[in-house]
């Protein structure tokens, strides 16, 4: 079964609404969530990494008042993309990790900016 | 720089054969670690198959087998006896040690399995 569980797995919205994606570790404590953006047949480029408690660390080329990432607890992360344009439309997928087993990736999040 | 390569784009395979799939690496690291993932069309992430730096035999998980070169930083997948159901993008990743775990992805092969 899933063990981590990504919310929603559709969103489709209009322009300059806010969206907010949830990644949780279902029967872990996840200390680390790492968030990918992948655009359609291309491969899944790293957005940020999510550290429990402290702040998300963003990759070079991503904006972190856009994507805003909250990781509140061990097992819960989400990723909030602030005032969407249709330029974020994208396939946002998460992951996490324990102390010890390899990165588990939740479904994914169809995300569509109308 | 291109840490992760897979130079093959997409792959027909039949039915019962195996496949491997190519991948190299770049890495100064000691110790790191390589994995590959399965991606149907559907958009999950599933595991399949890990491989440490350190680990002397090469991994296998049922039909998948990593072929782990290090000399030549290469992890290629096997698949053995291919089923419809291995038609996906498979992606090959790599862990650094001061990465905190996160991975770098390689660009992907599609593999279309045909009867």
């Known amino acids: 079964g899933a063990v981590v569980s990504q919310h929603p797995s559709r969103v489709i919205c209009k322009s300059g609404t806010s969206v907010k994606i949830e990644c949780r570790s279902l029967?872990?404590?996840?200390?680390?969530m790492f968030w990918y953006r992948q655009f359609p047949k291309q491969s899944l480029m790293l957005m940020a990494t999510?550290?429990?408690?402290?702040?998300?660390?963003?990759e070079q080329g991503v904006e972190k008042d856009k994507f805003l990432i909250n990781h509140a607890s061990l097992t819960l992360s989400t990723l909030t993309v602030t005032s969407a344009h249709p330029e974020d439309s994208s396939f946002y997928i998460c992951?996490?990790?324990?102390?010890?087993?390899?990165?588990?990736f939740g479904d994914g999040t169809r995300l569509s900016i109308l | 720089a291109q840490k992760i390569t897979q130079t093959q784009p997409g792959m027909f395979v039949q039915e019962k054969e195996a496949v491997t799939l190519d991948c190299t690496y770049d890495?100064?690291?000691?110790?790191?670690?390589l994995f590959w993932y399965k991606q149907p069309s559907s958009g999950e992430m599933i595991f399949l198959i890990y491989?440490?730096?350190?680990?002397?035999q090469n991994a296998t998980e049922g039909r998948y087998s990593l072929n782990f070169q290090k000399a030549r930083k290469s992890a290629n997948l096997v698949i053995s006896a291919s089923q419809l159901g291995d038609s996906a993008m498979y992606f090959c990743?790599?862990?650094?040690?001061?990465?905190?775990?996160?991975?770098?992805f390689g660009a992907g092969t599609q593999v279309v399995v045909t009867p």
């Open positions: 992951s996490a990790k324990g102390q010890t087993q390899p990165q588990h």
């Open positions: 890495t100064s690291d000691q110790s790191y670690g």
């Open positions: 491989q440490g730096s350190y680990d002397e």
């Open positions: 999510s550290n429990e408690g402290s702040k998300a660390t963003y």
């Open positions: 029967d872990f404590q996840a200390t680390t």
């Open positions: 990743a790599m862990r650094e040690t001061d990465s905190w775990g996160k991975l770098q």
